[in-house]
C-alpha cells in the first residue's frame, strides 16, 4: 500500500515538475523552446492585403528560430483595441503586437502611463531599424522623446473612381469642387450609387468625406481645432461648410450601407460597376476586384473655392506600428527574441513584402513590384507621396467621443439631419 | 425503513457548489457594484464618483430610448414566444399526425447559434437579394421593399424578430412537457360535456399550465433585457443609434469608451429590471397569485 502510495507521489512529483517547465515555456532558458504570443489585426479570413504577407512571415521567422513559437492571437478591425484595453487592464500584455500611433485617440497615453508598454528608443536607435523609415513616422512613433512602436505601414485615403460609370452615367470626372456637387446627383439620378462606404460604427470609414471637407474649408488644424473642441461647429462659416457637406452625402451612399461593412459594401457596389466613387483607407484597395482595376482612376479631392487649401492635400499618416510588452522586452529568455521578431517584421524585406500585396509602407526606398499590385496601386502611392498631408481628424476626438460620434455620421449619411441640427450636435459633442 | 438523519457535515457537500457560485457570481456582481460607484478607464485607478454613474442615465438619450426599446422587445417577446409557444404546444398535444416532426421542425432554430442565425436573416433582409424583398416582389407588394436593417423605422424590429423567431421552440418544448402531465380525463369530460377546443384551452389548459406560464415569461423578458448578441451582430446598435439596448449600450460603454464604471452601472440596471419582473411575474403578480392547483380548473364552466 505504501509502495503504492509512494508511485503516486512520485508520478505527480514528475507530473508537476513537467507542467511547471511547460509553464515556464516561454523563459526557459539554454535555447529551450520560446512562445511569443502577438496579438494582430493583420491576420483576417480574407487572403489579401495583409494575411498572407504576415501568416509568411510568422512561417519564416519560425524557420530561422527552430526554439520560437509564435502564437497568434487574432481578431478582427478595431475589435484589436478591445483585446488590447482588456490586456492592459488586466496587466497581461501579449509579448508583442501590432496597433494604431501611440495617440490618445487610441488609449495609448494610459497604455504608456502604466508602464507595461516596452520603451523600444534603444532598438529604434539601432542603425539598421533607424534607416529603414523616415524620419515623419518616427515622429509619429515618438512620444515624450521615447519611441514606443517599430513603424509598420502607412495609411491614406485616395479618392478612387470609377470612370467607366462616369461614362456610362454621362457625368465627367469631378475636377473642381462644382464639379462634385453636380457629379453626385447626376450619378444618383443615373440609377448608380455615388459613394461606396459602410456606415456601420465599428468601421469607422464613414467620416472621410466630412474629413476632407472640413480639411478643404479650414485646413487641417482648424479641422482638428473644431474636434478637440477649440472651435464651435455652429459658428456660422462652419455650418455653411457642413451644408455643403451634407449637400454631396445625405442620401448618396448605399441603402443598406448601416448593414454592410467595408469589404462587403466595396464587393457588393464598388466591385459590381454599381457605384461611383470610394473614399476610404488606403488599406482596402486589396479589395478592389483587379479585373475591373482599368476602369478605375484615382483622383485628388477637389479643393472647395474660398477654402483654406488652395493645392489639394491627402490625408496620410502612420497607421500601424508593432509594439511589445516591458515585461517580455525586460525577460532575459524573451528580450532577444522579441527584438529579433520586431525587427524582422519591420525589415526592408518584409516592407516589399507588404508593398507587393498593395500595402502603403512606411519604409523609405522600398519598391513594390508593379505587376503584383497593379497601376492603380501605383497611381495611389504617386498620389500619396507627391500631394501634402492631412492628419486624421479622428486624432483630434478621445474614444468616448468616436463612439457617439460614428453612429452620429451614420445619421447623417441617411439625411437625418439639416446643417444647424448637424452642427448643433458635433457641437454638443466636441466643444469644451 | 429508516429515516435519513441530517448531520452537520454534509453540508460541506456544499462547498464545490458554494464555492463557484461565489466565485462565478457573488464576487463579480459585488466587484460590478462596487465599480458602478467609480470612475475607472480600466488602466489608472478607479476614482470614487458617488452615484454620478446613475444621474447619467437621465442624462443619456440613447441609454433612455433603449429602455423604451427593451420593454418593447419584452411585450413582444411574452406575446408572440409564450404566447405562440403555448399555442402550438397545445395543438401538438394530442399527438397528432406528424407531431414528432413538428415538434422537431418548431425546435431546430433553437439549436443554431446566434451568429448563424444573424448571418442567416442578414441574407434574408439584404435589400438585393434577401428572400423577403424577393417574396415580396413577388406577390406584387414590391412597394414594401427596402433595407431591413438599414432603415433606422424597421431596424429595431427586424432584428428582434430573429430571436423572438428562434426561441418559440424552445417554449414549445417546455410547454408541451407541462400539457403532458395534464390528466387526459379533464379533457375527456369536458369534450363529453360539449366543450369546444377554446373553452377546453382556456379553461383547462392555460389554467393548468400556469406555472410553466411564469417560468415561460420571465425567461422571455429577462431574456429581452439582457440580449446582446443579436443586436451587435445584426446591426451593432445602427443605423445611428436607432437599435441601440442597454446590453449593447453597456458593452459600448465598457470595452469602446472604456467607461467601466459607467458599463458597471447600467450592468447594475439591467440587473434591477431583470429581478423586478422575476418578482412581479412569479411573487405578486397576477400569475403569480394564481397556484397551479386542479381546482383552479372550472370544468363545469368549461360547457357552455
Not at chain 2, 421552440?169 to 379533464?186: K, M, R, S, T
Request: glycine content about 8%; overall charge negative; charged content about 15%.
Amino acid at each position: 500500500m505504501h509502495r503504492r502510495k509512494r508511485s503516486i507521489v512520485a508520478v505527480l512529483a514528475v507530473a508537476a515538475v513537467t507542467a511547471l517547465a511547460g509553464c515556464s515555456g516561454g523563459g526557459a532558458g539554454g535555447g529551450g523552446p520560446v512562445t511569443l504570443t502577438f496579438a494582430t489585426n493583420l491576420i483576417s479570413a480574407e487572403e489579401n492585403g495583409t494575411s498572407p504577407v504576415v501568416k509568411e512571415l510568422i512561417s519564416q521567422f519560425e524557420a530561422q528560430h527552430p526554439n520560437v513559437e509564435i502564437e497568434e492571437q487574432t481578431s478582427q478591425a478595431t475589435a484589436l483595441q478591445q483585446v488590447i484595453q482588456l490586456a492592459f487592464a488586466s496587466q497581461n500584455v501579449p509579448d508583442v503586437f501590432n496597433f494604431w500611433r501611440p495617440q490618445p485617440a487610441f488609449n495609448m497615453d494610459k497604455y504608456i502611463a502604466s508602464g507595461q508598454l516596452a520603451d523600444l528608443t534603444d532598438l529604434a536607435g539601432e542603425p539598421s531599424v533607424k534607416s529603414v523609415f523616415p524620419d515623419s513616422s518616427w515622429e509619429t512613433a515618438t512620444v515624450d522623446g521615447k519611441v514606443w512602436g517599430l513603424p509598420l505601414y502607412n495609411f491614406s485615403v485616395p479618392l478612387v473612381v470609377n470612370k467607366k460609370v462616369f461614362a456610362d452615367a454621362g457625368v465627367p470626372l469631378p475636377q473642381t469642387w462644382a464639379d462634385l456637387e453636380a457629379a453626385v446627383p447626376a450619378l444618383k439620378a443615373a440609377g448608380y450609387v455615388p459613394w461606396t462606404l459602410s456606415t456601420q460604427d465599428a468601421q469607422q470609414s464613414d467620416d472621410r468625406l466630412l474629413d476632407y471637407v472640413l480639411d478643404r474649408a479650414f485646413g487641417n488644424d482648424g479641422a482638428l481645432a473644431l474636434f478637440r473642441g477649440e472651435r464651435s461647429f455652429t459658428d456660422p462659416a462652419v455650418v455653411q461648410v457642413l451644408d455643403e457637406y451634407l449637400s454631396i452625402s445625405s442620401g448618396f451612399g448605399p441603402d443598406d450601407a448601416a448593414a454592410l461593412d467595408n469589404n462587403a459594401a466595396i464587393a457588393k457596389y464598388f466591385n459590381t460597376g454599381r457605384s461611383a466613387m470610394l473614399l476610404t483607407n488606403s488599406g482596402y484597395l486589396p479589395t478592389i476586384d483587379k479585373t475591373i482595376a482599368q476602369d478605375m482612376a484615382v483622383i485628388p479631392f477637389p479643393t472647395i473655392p474660398g477654402g483654406a487649401q488652395i493645392d489639394p492635400h491627402i490625408e496620410k499618416d502612420l497607421t500601424n506600428l508593432m509594439y511589445a510588452s516591458a515585461a517580455s522586452m525586460e525577460d532575459d529568455t524573451k528580450g532577444p527574441v522579441v527584438r529579433d521578431f520586431l525587427k524582422f517584421m519591420t525589415s526592408p524585406d518584409a516592407q516589399k513584402m507588404f508593398a507587393d500585396e498593395s500595402i502603403l509602407v512606411a519604409g523609405v526606398n522600398i519598391e513594390p513590384d508593379t505587376a503584383k499590385t497593379g497601376d492603380l496601386f501605383a497611381a495611389v502611392q504617386e498620389q500619396t507621396s507627391s500631394l501634402d498631408g492631412d492628419k486624421w481628424l479622428g486624432n483630434g476626438r478621445t474614444p468616448s467621443q468616436q463612439q457617439t460620434f460614428y453612429p452620429l455620421m451614420g445619421e447623417a449619411w441617411t439625411g437625418a439631419f439639416t446643417a444647424q441640427q448637424f452642427a448643433e450636435r458635433l457641437d454638443a459633442m466636441f466643444r469644451k | 425503513m429508516g429515516t435519513l438523519r441530517f448531520r452537520h457535515w454534509y453540508a460541506a457537500y456544499l462547498v464545490p457548489a458554494l464555492v463557484l457560485y461565489l466565485l462565478f457570481f457573488v464576487y463579480p456582481f459585488i466587484q460590478t457594484f462596487i465599480s458602478s460607484f467609480t470612475s475607472w478607464d480600466g488602466i489608472s485607478d478607479p476614482v470614487f464618483v458617488g452615484l454620478d454613474n446613475y444621474a447619467e442615465f437621465f442624462r443619456d438619450s440613447v441609454l433612455v430610448a433603449g429602455i423604451g426599446r427593451i420593454l418593447l422587445w419584452a411585450a413582444l417577446a411574452v406575446l408572440v414566444k409564450v404566447g405562440l409557444g403555448l399555442v402550438f404546444a397545445a395543438m401538438l398535444r394530442d399527438r397528432l399526425r406528424g407531431y414528432k416532426f413538428f415538434t422537431s421542425v418548431f425546435f431546430f432554430p433553437v439549436v443554431i447559434s446566434s451568429s448563424a442565425m444573424s448571418l442567416i436573416f442578414t441574407l434574408m433582409y439584404d435589400n438585393d437579394i434577401g428572400i423577403i424583398n424577393k417574396g415580396l416582389g413577388g406577390i406584387g407588394l414590391g412597394f414594401l421593399e427596402h433595407s431591413w436593417l438599414s432603415d433606422p423605422s424597421t431596424a429595431f424590429l427586424a432584428a428582434i424578430a430573429v430571436p423572438i423567431y428562434q426561441d418559440i421552440g424552445f417554449f414549445l418544448v417546455i410547454f408541451l412537457a407541462a400539457l403532458q402531465d395534464i390528466p387526459n380525463e379533464y379533457y375527456e369530460s369536458a369534450r363529453i360535456d360539449g366543450a369546444n377546443p377554446l373553452q377546453i384551452f382556456f379553461r383547462i389548459t392555460l389554467p393548468l399550465c400556469l406555472g410553466s406560464l411564469r417560468v415561460c415569461t420571465v425567461l422571455a423578458v429577462t431574456s429581452a433585457f439582457k440580449t446582446f448578441d443579436y443586436i451587435f451582430l445584426l446591426t451593432s446598435g445602427g443605423p445611428g443609434t436607432s437599435t441601440q439596448v442597454p446590453a449593447t449600450w453597456m458593452y459600448l460603454q465598457t470595452f469602446q469608451s472604456f467607461r467601466y464604471g459607467y458599463g458597471a452601472a447600467i450592468a447594475m440596471l439591467i440587473f434591477v429590471l431583470s429581478i423586478l419582473v422575476s418578482v412581479v411575474v412569479m411573487g405578486s403578480g397576477p400569475l403569480g397569485r394564481m397556484r397551479r392547483r386542479p381546482e383552479n380548473v372550472d370544468l363545469e364552466g368549461a360547457v357552455a
